[in-house]
């Protein structure tokens, strides 16, 4: 067992931390081989229940199994993740092949997200989990599923485990894109065959940035302690952020015949915020390109969330596993914000205080067991609740309440069961077969309202998920995958507090379907084909002159992915992938039938570079390009491209890293939206939509520092 683990890793290009690179094999892997149907545990539901002896390496373990459950499925390991700047957690996800990640706002706020033809928002179609926790926020008031990771420290994510597409029975209530989990610990370093289990980092930027990191952890990286402060002024005008961040994890702890785990995050951060710009102010000069039209843009952030998970091995019969994980967690929102300027109120303005409070946690049964030879069971049961406080307010320039605009507290709730069945009829054949029930009750009370009439609204909602795939691979070079699921989008709270034209009070769904094939022609290239198509019920747009997530009819989309993996040597690694999408509304009954669904940008490509020497050299170069996207009223955006880069050198216990951002330090006009705004006080201005923009970073450097003992 441990020369196939090794073999495995001798094909992947290692960290000193020992993290293989995105590909799940290499042509020397064989389709019933043990390193491959092995189940990590924090796995189960992507991988084969089964499960390794102590002896087998941890690091294949993880790094390979659930990557075989598609063709574009995959987990990036610390080596990808470093290879790149990334200012927080949510910049990680920068690194996932066909991912655009664009933050309009500044770094406190949630950035919007684009994958596979979606556009996802803020994280109403891209589904984020801890550990299987999950991290997006229902019925956010700045936009659904909204996900916030500044509580989340990037160097304690060990590696991200991502599948594109709702075909996983794990996969939750916003996978409709896609799935990203953060797998939280630390990968050990070693010195004259001493652990070392101490790390402290100073970073210094171009910005203005100072960030304190210090981290202690096990030998084995599994428990760690991790905290952080930073402050940073931003590289334009309203773009400054202060943040605290805590992250402590335990782990291999007996308990009841089976070992228990936990995670603990907590994190509080003030920033600014600077709006988006009106492109035709920016071109005649009005306005500087990272300037604001105010300086009241602000926001603040607070959050709390842990997890214990036990599980057990044999708990019942020989070869199963159970598995429970509870989670609770505590939020707290408010943004100060002014897309529209002076169109609505001339003379006190369209400024806006959302307030957004949760509390609340969940739970999560996982049972595998194998049946009978070459097939086996997976099954579990899920339950979530939170309370919910919001509210959005008119202020005027000192941030005065002047009117209340929505106002609503409620209870929201999902619950449901899932099943299914891993069948391998022959060594080269693997079917998993499944099904989700998923329910989710609802009760919203609209506390503007003056009557108690029609004030509150409630509903319980169900719906099925069916999820399939097959994996086929009939010799060492070539596999080919199929796969097919229906993904689930909740409801809003507001949509049942009181009227709400723009908002369905039901379940939004998705049928998508994948085929895949995975080759290596040599042993040091693997290339990945994946065509996909997805059928929605209902598209969400966030319409910024009510500043809120409207609901539009059904479309659908149709795409292909290519994926390059190349190892040149062993401590070389590149990658390029390339995303084409086409985008359409298909309900015969809407006005735009057939046209381009806005925002989605058509054809999106990377580029990855990583090295790492042994001499102790190390870096990375990532390319993105973005082709222009469609946008409303027959609009379109410009072209992005960009370069990032790090360097880095290490030399025993000490090292240096710089990470560069926009290397060519072109003027990137990262989110580009459409619809009517007004700045000149005083004055009636027209409701007719232009383009606005919103910056993306000019060239900057940040440098650490670090040691480790």
């Known amino acids: 067992m441990k020369r196939v ?11 000193p931390g020992g993290m293989p690179s995105a590909f799940a094999q290499s042509p020397t892997d064989t389709a019933d081989a043990p390193a491959i149907d092995a189940l990590a545990p924090d796995q189960a539901d992507a991988t084969d229940p089964t499960d390794e002896p102590d002896d087998t390496l941890r690091v294949t373990v993880r790094a390979n199994l659930p990557r075989t459950l598609t063709s574009a499925t995959m987990t990036l390991g610390r080596q990808e993740l470093d290879a790149a700047p990334a200012r927080n957690a949510e910049e990680l996800l920068r690194q996932v092949p066909g991912l655009t990640l664009i933050q309009h706002g500044s770094e406190g706020k949630g950035h919007q997200f684009f994958l596979r033809g979606f556009d996802a928002v803020h994280g109403a179609d891209l589904e984020l989990t801890l550990g299987g926790v999950p991290l997006n926020e229902w019925s956010n008031i700045h936009g659904q599923g909204y996900i916030d990771l500044g509580v989340v420290l990037p160097e304690v994510v060990e590696s991200m485990h991502v599948i594109k597409g709702p075909f996983a029975l794990h996969q939750g209530l916003f996978g409709m894109a896609g799935t990203v989990d953060y797998r939280p610990g630390v990968s050990p370093q070693y010195l004259d065959g001493q652990a070392l289990q101490s790390h402290v980092a100073l970073t210094g930027g171009t910005t203005g940035r100072l960030r304190l990191f210090g981290r202690h952890a096990s030998a084995d990286g599994a428990s760690f302690a991790a905290a952080e402060l930073m402050r940073d002024a931003g590289y334009g005008q309203q773009r400054g952020i202060e943040r605290a961040t805590l992250n402590a994890s335990t782990s291999e702890l007996r308990l009841a015949g089976g070992r228990l785990s936990t995670f603990f995050a907590a994190g509080a951060s003030r920033f600014e915020l600077p709006g988006t710009l009106r492109s035709p102010d920016v071109d005649a000069g009005r306005i500087g390109f990272y300037d604001a039209y105010e300086d009241v843009g602000r926001g603040q952030s607070a959050r709390a969330l842990g997890a214990a998970t036990w599980q057990r091995r044999g708990a019942l019969t020989s070869g199963d596993m159970l598995r429970l994980r509870v989670d609770g967690a505590a939020r707290d929102l408010v943004l100060f914000e002014n897309f529209t300027g002076y169109l609505d109120d001339p003379v006190e303005g369209d400024r806006t205080r959302q307030a957004h409070r949760t509390f609340g946690g969940g739970a999560d049964l996982f049972y595998s067991r194998p049946l009978i030879e070459r097939l086996s069971f997976v099954g579990g049961a899920h339950l979530r609740g939170e309370h919910v406080t919001q509210s959005e307010r008119g202020v005027d320039a000192e941030l005065a309440t002047t009117s209340t605009l929505r106002a609503l507290r409620g209870v929201q709730s999902s619950f449901g069961a899932r099943a299914g069945l891993r069948l391998q009829p022959t060594s080269t054949l ?37 999820r399939a795939s097959a994996r086929y691979k009939p010799n060492d070079r070539w596999t080919f995958f199929a796969a097919y699921g229906r993904g689930l989008r909740p409801p809003e709270l507001r949509a049942f507090a009181g009227a709400s034209d723009e908002l369905v009070a ?22 990945t084909l994946t065509g996909f198509a997805t059928l929605l019920d209902r598209e969400i747009f966030f319409d910024h002159l009510s500043a809120t997530t409207i609901e539009l009819p059904s479309s659908r989309r149709l795409g292909a992915e290519i994926f390059l993996d190349i190892h040149p040597t062993d401590w070389m690694h590149l990658s390029g992938d390339l995303t084409w999408v086409d985008a359409r509304f298909t309900d015969p009954e809407f006005s735009n039938l057939n046209q381009p669904v806005p925002q989605v940008p058509t054809l999106t490509a990377g580029a990855h570079w990583v090295v790492t020497h042994p001499s102790g050299l190390g870096g ?29 050198y290490r030399w025993r216990r000490w090292q240096v890293g710089l990470e560069l951002e926009n290397l060519l330090n072109q003027r990137l006009r990262e989110g580009e939206y459409v619809y009517a705004s007004h700045w000149q006080q005083g004055t009636s201005g027209s409701r007719l939509p232009v383009l606005h923009q919103s910056a993306g970073p000019p060239f900057n450097a940040r440098l650490t520092v670090s040691a480790e003992f």
């Open 620 to 648: 990375g170069l990532r390319f993105l390009a973005v082709a222009p996207r469609n946008l409303p009223a027959g609009a379109r955006s410009a072209p992005l491209t960009r370069f990032d880069a790090t360097l880095g």
């Open 5 to 15: 683990a090794l073999s495995l890793l001798a094909m992947c290009m290692v960290t």
């Open 430 to 466: 693997r079917l998993d077969l499944g099904a989700r029930l998923d329910a989710a009750f609802l009760r919203a009370t609209d506390t503007t309202s003056t009557s108690t009439t029609d004030a509150t609204g409630q509903n319980l909602l169900v719906a099925a998920s069916p």
């Open 506 to 527: 039901a379940f939004s769904q998705s049928h998508a379907a994948e085929l895949g094939a995975r080759v290596f022609p040599t042993d040091w290239l693997g290339i």
